[in-house]
């Protein structure tokens, strides 16, 4: 379990009424927490939402929703996806555009 503090946190699943939670710190996973979905704010209820999370005495005391870093992260996942999923040109295209 992760020591006291405040983390950079990511949903990764739901198992029933239970959210998976994956503590980060300087974008390494250190750990991961299991809280009752009804403790994370409405609109993070979903995987990949980004939160904040606050831990005294290995208990979750707060939870926070960071919208703005949930939509830059998955812009960012998008533009990689997008970046390896062009073909790279073969031969015969570089020799066409000359």
Not at 15 to 33: F, N, P, R, W
Not at 40 to 49: I, M, Q, T, Y
Not at 52 to 69: G, S
Request: aromatic share 4%; no cysteine.
């Amino acid at each position: 379990m992760p020591t006291d503090g405040t983390y950079t946190a990511v949903v990764d699943r739901f198992e029933d009424s239970l959210a998976v939670i994956l503590l980060e710190d300087d974008g390494e996973t250190v750990g991961e927490v299991v809280v009752d979905r009804e403790r994370l704010p409405e609109d993070g209820r979903h995987v990949n939402a980004v939160l904040i999370v606050e831990l005294e005495d290995e208990e979750v005391i707060d939870v926070t929703y960071k919208e703005q870093e949930t939509v830059d992260r998955s812009e960012r996942a998008q533009r990689r996806f997008d970046d390896l999923s062009q073909r790279p040109p073969s031969t015969e295209d570089e020799s066409n555009t000359s």
